[in-house]
C-alpha cells in the first residue's frame, strides 16, 4: 500500500492568512494526487485533482502543486469558510489511500 | 447532476453482517464508465477507502478489509452495496459510497450513514 503522510496535523491560522499543507507519498504517485476539503458532519468535497488541477467551482485561492512523492496545498489568502480539514489523496493505484488530515482552525 | 444516497441499519450486532445500499438518482448506474466506491470515516479519525466497482462489474477491494468484504451492484434498482461480514466495534464508522474518487466533474459523493457496531 502507499501510504500518504500530511503534515501539519493541525494548524491555528488567521483570516487572511496564508497556509501552505504537505503530503508525501511513501513512493513515487507522479501526479495521482487529489485534495479534499471536509467541514463537520459532511461528505468531503473535491478541491484539486491531478496535483494542480482546479475542480470546477473551486475558488482560485486554492492551488495544488508538486510531483513525485511530495505535493502542496495552498490557500493563498484563508477565508472563513474554509476553516476545515483537508486530505490528499492518492489514486495512482489500489487500495487507494488518504493522508491522515490537516485540520485548519481559527487563530 | 447526479446524487448518491446511503441506506441501510444504523445499528449492527458484532459478528454479524453490515449491509448498506447506495442509490444512485440523476443517471443510470450502468452507463457510462465508471468507479462506485465505498469509505469510511470512525469518529475523529481519517477516511479508509474499502473498496470499488465498475460499470462492468469488476472490483477491487482494501487488502486490510477484502476477506470480508462485498461489493456488488443491482442495476435494476440503480443501486450499489456493501456487505461486511464478522463486524467489531473496530468497524463503527460513517459509512459513504463515491463515484470516480478524484475525477473531475464526475467525483461526487453521498452524505454518509453512522453505522455502530454495538450488543
Known amino acids: 500500500d502507499i501510504q500518504m503522510t500530511q503534515s501539519p496535523s493541525s494548524l491555528s491560522a488567521s483570516v487572511g492568512d496564508r497556509v501552505t499543507i504537505t503530503c508525501r507519498a511513501s513512493q513515487s504517485i507522479t501526479s495521482y494526487l487529489n485534495w479534499y476539503q471536509q467541514k463537520p458532519g459532511k461528505a468531503p468535497k473535491l478541491l484539486i485533482y491531478a496535483a494542480s488541477s482546479l475542480q470546477s467551482g473551486v475558488p482560485s485561492r486554492f492551488s495544488g502543486s508538486g510531483s513525485g512523492t511530495d505535493f502542496t496545498l495552498t490557500i493563498s489568502s484563508l477565508l472563513p469558510e474554509d476553516f476545515a480539514t483537508y486530505y490528499c489523496q492518492q489514486s495512482y493505484n489500489t487500495p487507494l489511500t488518504f493522508g491522515g488530515g490537516t485540520k485548519v482552525e481559527i487563530k | 447532476q447526479v446524487q448518491l444516497q446511503e441506506s441501510g441499519p444504523g445499528l449492527v450486532k458484532p459478528s454479524q453482517t453490515l449491509s448498506l445500499t447506495c442509490t444512485v438518482s440523476?443517471?443510470?448506474?450502468?452507463?457510462?464508465?465508471?468507479?462506485w466506491s465505498w469509505i469510511r470515516q470512525p469518529a475523529g479519525k481519517g477516511l479508509e477507502w474499502i473498496g470499488r466497482?465498475?460499470?462492468?462489474?469488476?472490483?477491487n477491494y482494501n487488502p486490510s478489509l477484502k476477506s470480508r468484504v462485498t461489493i456488488s451492484v443491482d442495476t435494476s434498482k440503480n443501486q450499489f452495496s456493501l456487505k461486511l461480514n464478522s463486524v467489531t466495534a473496530a468497524d463503527t464508522a460513517v459509512y459513504y459510497c463515491?463515484?470516480?474518487?478524484?475525477?473531475?466533474?464526475?467525483?461526487?459523493w453521498g452524505q454518509g450513514t453512522l453505522v455502530t457496531v454495538s450488543s
Open positions: 463515491a463515484r470516480d474518487l478524484g475525477y473531475p466533474n464526475t467525483d461526487s
Open positions: 440523476g443517471g443510470s448506474i450502468s452507463s457510462g464508465s465508471y468507479y
Open positions: 466497482i465498475y460499470t462492468s462489474g469488476s472490483t
